[in-house]
């Protein structure tokens, strides 16, 4: 008989044991073996707790605590099971652990809720495999459908469809459910500002839009020993300036706005050739929709600024782009008032990073719960976070499911 977790830390390390890397990392990309095993052996654990589990169609699973009521609607809580290439062990991973944990010890000590109550493993949310991000909780909300992934492969060549259906899943059309009536996600922060102010829990009033960009300046090779400075077309020099200008930019707005060159790539990349071709990415972000579309409307006319003084060819195409989700305030309200009742410092903030909460928020009432991230370092194998900080989150969702599925 298969052995299961019986706490967080021992859950933690059970999970992370599927994909687990030889550095401390986690490498569990959408339907491959890792994957799949992590999930069955999710659901294992789910069905020995009593919970009712099923999986959707592209593979998503669900444990469900059942209402008395056979008409109750839903709250979901949970987080994503994939994760980067090498990652960290808490990143997606904590959500749904927490999720389960707080299902058996809500059902031991108090039984059947009011309201079903049903956990989630969300089967993608990194875009890690291949070029499309928040697919599991995506399908859910009715944001994607089948022909999103028509032509998408990953880096071997190989197809999502064909991956898809080769872990057991796409075979149907997708029913996007319509009892969801809360969705919550417990997460840890990914950023340093918990750790600097010091607090437990992070309330996110708003998960932050992006907008990114591919920016492509081409001008003319030539010698660099024969082509005098005032007769050039050098590409780079004025990317250069443009993400100078970039950063400038950024210090006209309030301190929530952030932007980032992720990626450059300089051609023909040789010591004494003047580059004729250089691309480079934009990724901008702000809690606020105006402002973030503000911003860039700001920097992508100073480009073509830039780009026709230097007598250059500029592209500039966006290819992606989340709105911001507010956070549900009331339900937000409910969170500050248990951390203040069980003496739990918390502390109101925004997410920087996307999260499958931020798709729900457009359906039902959403919100986001943060732990402590130590050094604010994610998306890596020294992510961590302590017993402390992970078992006071799992407490403060206790809490609050107790509130919301059994006090009525």
Known sequence: MAQFPTNLNEAIEWLASFGGEPDGGVTRTLYSQSWKDAQQNLKGWMEE?????????????????????????????????????????????????????????????????????EV?????????????????SGMMTGVYSYKDIRDIRDSEGISFETAMMAAGF?????????????????????????EKVNKSIGIVKAIVGQKRFRITVNGESNHVG????????????????????????????????????????????????????????????HPNESVLSSFCQQFTSRFETHAKKHDLDIKIEMWHEV????????????????????????????SGAGHDAQLFARICPTTILFVPSKGGISHSPLEFTSTKDLETGLEVLIKFLHQLAYNR
């Open 49 to 117: 707790a009593g919970l009712l589990t099923n999986y959707d169609c592209v593979g998503n699973l669900f444990g469900k605590l059942p209402s008395s009521n056979p008409n109750a609607q839903t709250i979901l809580i949970g987080s994503h099971v994939d994760t980067v290439k090498s990652g960290g062990k808490y990143d997606g991973a904590y959500g749904i652990i927490a999720g389960i944990l707080a299902l058996i010890q809500l059902k031991n000590q108090f039984g059947q809720p009011s309201i079903n109550l």
């Open 226 to 285: 024969t082509t005098s400075m005032k007769w050039r077309r050098d590409a780079l020099h004025g990317a250069i300036n443009m993400i100078h200008d970039l950063y400038e930019g950024v210090k006209e707005y309030d301190e929530d706005l952030v932007t980032s060159v992720g990626q450059l790539f300089v051609e023909p990349n040789v010591p004494n050739v003047i580059p004729n071709h250089v691309q480079f990415t934009v990724d901008a972000r």
């Open 323 to 350: 709105h911001p989700a507010q956070m549900d305030r009331k339900l937000n309200e409910m969170i500050d008032s248990i951390c203040t009742g069980s003496g739990i410092a918390s502390h109101w903030m925004n």
């Open 170 to 194: 796409g075979r149907s059309e997708y029913r996007v459910r319509d009892d969801i009536q809360t969705f919550i996600e417990l997460h840890i922060e990914q950023g340093p500002t918990l």
């Open 120 to 136: 989630v493993s969300f089967c993608e949310e990194e875009g890690s495999r291949f070029p499309i991000a928040l697919w599991g």
